[in-house]
């Protein structure tokens, strides 16, 4: 069972999850400005408080689980409740720049600011979901994290920003693949050949790492991505006539042509 009081401010999908799954119960305050949050809140056994400085009270650890436009006005309003020796755990996924301007509201209050990055969904991984922290307060956070019941925390440096650059950059192809099978899915269903479309890219999918994969893709821009471009225009024009906007479609066609053009650009050692 936690022996301290944790402070979470947003109580959405991800403050519900790990409250539920550690079973912090009353020892976690949580705050939310949606009052329909507190009935989820008095579900998961926690306290629900009705401002943030009531949450933050005494808490060594807080975690600030919002949406990413509020990230920063969040960090700027709960400094001032923060106790001196506290660590603020900015757990929401903004640019680095944004992580930052957070961590500069809270040096300039006197209180410890980490940046983590939540690199999987969580659900169903809950406190099992992979943690990678930043800032010259990393080690302490994690080991906060850690007593709280979070069993996979890695830390990225004393640098704020960087577990969000790793995130974001990494986030470039998972969500890109994501938007991709979404274009070509409803191409393949106008065109009635979903099942063939599949079955031949089984057939061509490499075991290969990441870091082999992206090697082996940048060079084949680079050697051939006029020629490539070319064709994913003959691929536009095919979506067009079947009116699907080829928004991916398009961007890959100019990024093809870009790389082709700057045999410098974007290199990615073997």
């Known amino acids: 069972m936690l022996d301290m009081p944790i402070a979470l401010v947003g109580f959405g999908e991800a403050g519900s999850t790990f409250a539920e ?65 506290a660590i603020f755990c900015d757990m929401n996924s903004v640019a680095p720049a944004t992580k930052a301007a957070a961590e500069a509201v809270c040096v300039s209050a006197g209180k410890h600011y980490v940046d983590v990055a939540i690199l999987a969904p969580v659900r169903p991984a809950a406190l099992d979901v992979p943690l990678l922290v930043s800032g010259a307060a990393a080690e302490n ?12 925390v890695s830390l990225a440096g ?11 950059v990494r986030s470039i192809m998972v969500k890109g693949i994501e938007a991709l099978t979404g274009e070509m899915m409803m191409a393949a269903g106008r065109l009635g050949v979903t099942d063939d479309v599949l079955e031949s890219l089984d057939r061509s999918e490499r075991e290969a790492g990441w870091k082999q994969r992206a090697a082996y893709n940048m060079g084949r821009m680079r050697e051939h991505g006029r020629r490539r471009a ?41």
């Open 158 to 168: 004393r640098q704020v920003g960087r577990a969000s650059a790793i995130k974001l």
């Open 141 to 152: 956070a994690a080991g906060l994290l850690k007593t709280c019941g979070f069993t996979n």
């Open 21 to 85: 799954a550690a079973g912090w119960r009353a020892q976690a305050r949580a705050y939310d400005i949606a009052p329909e949050r507190r009935g989820v809140m008095r579900k998961a056994g926690v306290s629900a408080c009705a401002t943030l400085g009531e949450t933050l009270a005494d808490a060594p650890l807080a975690l600030s689980l919002v949406t990413a436009d509020a990230a920063l006005q969040v960090t700027t309003d709960s400094a001032p409740f923060l106790r001196e020796d």
């Open 230 to 270: 070319a064709e994913m225009d003959e691929a536009i024009a095919m979506l067009e006539a079947v009116d699907i906007d080829p928004v991916m479609t398009r961007a890959t066609a100019a990024r093809q042509r870009e790389q082709a053009g700057d045999a410098n650009g974007g290199d990615v050692a073997a």
